[in-house]
């Protein structure tokens, strides 16, 4: 690798804002905060949505969404005053 072209690389403590989980990882972000975890102090980065708590990653993703009946549904409601809706 050549010198001074890559960004320094480091540990830092990621925390999930939503329900307070952290974890460390080698990033080369810059933060003003720190945070002693394990009797380190590392700096910290806080986050609204990790894999922690995105319903994604957690499971909790129990909907579905059916755009075809919402289609349907919205072309009985509305009919041929839809496309002219659309068009403008």
Do not use: C, W
Not at 43 to 70: C, I, M
């Amino acid at each position: 690798m050549k010198k001074n072209i890559h960004p320094d690389i480091h540990e830092v403590v990621f925390q999930d804002m939503s329900n307070g989980k952290t974890f460390i990882i080698g990033s080369t972000i810059q933060t003003r905060e720190k945070i002693e975890l394990d009797g380190k102090l590392y700096p910290l980065a806080k986050v609204e949505v990790s894999s922690e708590s995105h319903p994604f990653y957690t499971g909790e993703q129990n909907k579905f969404l059916d755009t075809t009946g919402r289609v349907e549904k919205f072309r009985q409601k509305f009919g041929s005053r839809a496309s002219a809706m659309i068009v403008k």
